[in-house]
C-alpha cells in the first residue's frame, strides 16, 4: 500500500512569511509524528497526535508553530513568520497505534531566505 | 531527560566487511525501545532494527544485528556482509514504552561503503 506522503518537496521561503507543509499518512494509522531535522539540532521531535485526543505539543519550538489533523488522517505543520533558524527538513511519521512502528515519509526540506 | 549519543559521525568499511555503529543513551526508565533507523540520500527514514529493552536475547535482523548491554547503556549495531546499498546516515533512537513514543534519535553516523 501507499507510504507516508508529504507536500511539497521542497519549499523556499522568504523570512516574515507563512508556510503550510503537509502529511498524508497511512490509511488506517492512527499516531502521527512531526520531526525536525536541522544541522544545529539534528532530529528533534515537534508533536504527536493520537487519534481524536488533544495533540501532545510539547516539543513545539515557539508559538509560531502550529499543526492540525482533520478528521483523523490529513496533518498540516504551519510555521507563521518563518525566520532563517526554521530552515531544516521537517519529517513526519505514522504508525497503527502509539507503540508501534513509526513509518516516515520524504520529508519537506525548507529553505528561509 | 533522555539522552541518545553516537561518537562516530562517519564510519567507511569495504564491501563484504562488517562494521559496528556505536550508540549508548541515558534513561532513569527500566523499560523502553531501541531502535537503528537509516537514511539514505531520498531522505526517509526506514527502521532496520527495534529492540525492547525487557528482552535479554539481541535483535537480529538478515545482516543486521545489535549488541545491547543494559547495564552500560550501549546499542551498537553490527552489518555484516555490508553491500553498497548499505551507504546511508544511521540514527540511534529511544522511545517511550508507554505513550506516545516520542523518538528522541542521536546525531547520526555516516557510513560510506567501499567497492
Known amino acids: 500500500g501507499a507510504g507516508v506522503s508529504q507536500s511539497p518537496s521542497n519549499k523556499v521561503t522568504e523570512k516574515g512569511k507563512d508556510v503550510e507543509l503537509r502529511c498524508d499518512p497511512i490509511?488506517?494509522?492512527?499516531?502521527l509524528y512531526w520531526y525536525r531535522q536541522s544541522l544545529g539540532q539534528g532530529l528533534e521531535f515537534l508533536i504527536y497526535?493520537?487519534?481524536?485526543?488533544?495533540?501532545?505539543k510539547s516539543g513545539l519550538p515557539s508559538d509560531r508553530f502550529s499543526a492540525e489533523r482533520t478528521g483523523g488522517s490529513v496533518s498540516t505543520l504551519t510555521i507563521q513568520r518563518t525566520q532563517q533558524e526554521d530552515s531544516a527538513v521537517y519529517l513526519c511519521a505514522s504508525s497503527l497505534g502509539p507503540q508501534d512502528t513509526q513509518y516516515f515519509g520524504p520529508g519537506t526540506r525548507l529553505t528561509v531566505l | 531527560a533522555q539522552t541518545v549519543t553516537q561518537s562516530q559521525p562517519e564510519m567507511s568499511v569495504q564491501e563484504a566487511e562488517t562494521v559496528t555503529l556505536s550508540c549508548t543513551y541515558d534513561t532513569s526508565e527500566s523499560d523502553y525501545y531501541l531502535f537503528w533507523y537509516k537514511q539514505p540520500p531520498s531522505r526517509q527514514m526506514i527502521l532496520v532494527i527495534r529492540?525492547?529493552?525487557?528482552?535479554?536475547q539481541n535483535a537480529t535482523e538478515n545482516r543486521f544485528s545489535v549488541n545491547f548491554q543494559k547495564a552500560a547503556k550501549s546499542f551498537s549495531l553490527k552489518i555484516s556482509d555490508s553491500q553498497l546499498g548499505d551507504a546511508a546516515m544511521y540514527f540511534c533512537a529511544y522511545g517511550l514504552i508507554q505513550g506516545a513514543q516520542k523518538l528522541v534519535f542521536g546525531q547520526g553516523t555516516r557510513l560510506t561503503i567501499n567497492p
Open positions: 490509511s488506517g494509522h492512527t499516531a
Open positions: 529492540q525492547e529493552a525487557y528482552k535479554q
Open positions: 497526535f493520537q487519534g481524536n485526543s488533544a495533540p501532545d
